[in-house]
């Protein structure tokens, strides 16, 4: 029932930026907090980013001060804007909800490179 669909990945030069949009429906969405994950090629899942109800966002080290987690609860969507992109962002990036997690949704790729 719940459906999470992301977009907004591509392909960026070193550097550079993208806005992530994560979709969710068959949820109660404002009362669910959200969360970020990301995997890279033979990595495992990590979790990026989350953000609670009331809008109070937390982030992993590897990405703090570069990502910014933000939520529109009239739109039932959770955004990354996502800045200064290193090749090691490279991945498939997901969103959840929190603190149950739903079903995966596809991700959204993310390719940064020259």
């Known amino acids: 029932q719940v459906q999470l669909v992301e977009s907004g990945g591509g392909l960026v030069q070193p550097g550079g930026s993208l806005r992530l949009s994560c979709a969710a429906s068959?949820?109660?969405?404002?009362?669910?907090?959200m969360g970020w994950y990301r995997q890279a090629p033979g990595k495992q899942r990590e979790l990026v980013a989350t953000?609670?109800?009331?809008?109070?966002?937390n982030y992993a080290d590897s990405v703090k001060g570069r990502f910014t987690i933000s939520r529109d609860n009239a739109k039932n969507t959770v955004y990354l804007q996502m800045d200064s992109l290193k090749p090691e962002d490279t991945a498939v990036y997901y969103c959840n909800t929190g603190p149950r997690r739903s079903r995966w949704g596809q991700g959204t790729q993310v390719t940064v490179s020259s």
């Open positions: 953000i609670t109800t009331s809008g109070n966002p």
């Open positions: 068959g949820i109660i969405f404002g009362i669910n907090s």
